[in-house]
Structures are given as structure tokens and as C-alpha cells.
Nanobody, 118 residues
Framework: QVQLVESGGGLVQPGGSLRLSCVAS????????MTWYRQAPGKKRDLVAS???????NYADSVKGRFTISRDNAKNTVYLQMNSLKSEDTAVYYC????????????WGQGTQVTVSS
């Protein structure tokens, strides 16, 4: 059974930091590209950061220089280190596993809430 379980969200003050984790099971994690998305209330789900199976990374312009995505294949885990948080980073954050096989659908986690507020 495929599972993606996010954790690490919470309430943080502007300028603070959080580290999100997404633990995967039920598929060959090391072969999958992993992506963090976020969705704020009333808005569409947007890509935040992605990392390929070979650990190449890509970031949305709004988080470049503040967020870092990484993966630990031994732990089947992808991380999102978020620094210098702003109120506009408030959203539900989801991890997504993209299959290397284009005919196989990807997998979504259940999301974790991040709230940046004083």
C-alpha cells in the first residue's frame, strides 16, 4: 500500500523556520521525483520545490534562497527546510511522488498545515 505521510507543519512567527518531512512507503522511493506543493485558502495548488531521483532541484521564484528541498533515500524521506518564513507562505503543504513511468499515476500525501503569523 502506497503512503506519503507529511509532518512538521505548525504555527511559526514571520522570519522563523520549519522543516517539513514526507515519509514514503509502498513504492521504490529512490526512483521517483518528489515535489512539494502548497495550497492557500481560495487559491490553486502551486509547485514549491522539486527534486529528481538524481537530486537535481528546482524552486518556485517565491521561495528561492529561503527554502531547500532534499531527500534521504535510505529513509524514504523528502524534506523541505523553510527559512525566513513570510505570512504569504501560509498554506497546506503537500508532497507528491512522480513515477518514472509516465503511464503510472503519481501519489499525493494528505498535507500538513503551515501558518506564519505573529
Amino acid at each position: 500500500q502506497v503512503q506519503l505521510v507529511e509532518s512538521g507543519g505548525g504555527l511559526v512567527q514571520p522570519g522563523g523556520s520549519l522543516r517539513l518531512s514526507c515519509v514514503a512507503s509502498g513504492f521504490t522511493f529512490s526512483s521517483y521525483a518528489m515535489t512539494w506543493y502548497r495550497q492557500a485558502p481560495g487559491k490553486k495548488r502551486d509547485l514549491v520545490a522539486s527534486i529528481t531521483s538524481s537530486s537535481s532541484t528546482n524552486y518556485a521564484d517565491s521561495v528561492k534562497g529561503r527554502f531547500t528541498i532534499s531527500r534521504d533515500n535510505a529513509k524514504n524521506t523528502v524534506y523541505l527546510q523553510m527559512n525566513s518564513l513570510k505570512s504569504e507562505d501560509t498554506a497546506v503543504y503537500y508532497c507528491y511522488a512522480k513515477s518514472p513511468n509516465i503511464v503510472v499515476p503519481g501519489y499525493w500525501g494528505q498535507g500538513t498545515q503551515v501558518t506564519v503569523s505573529s
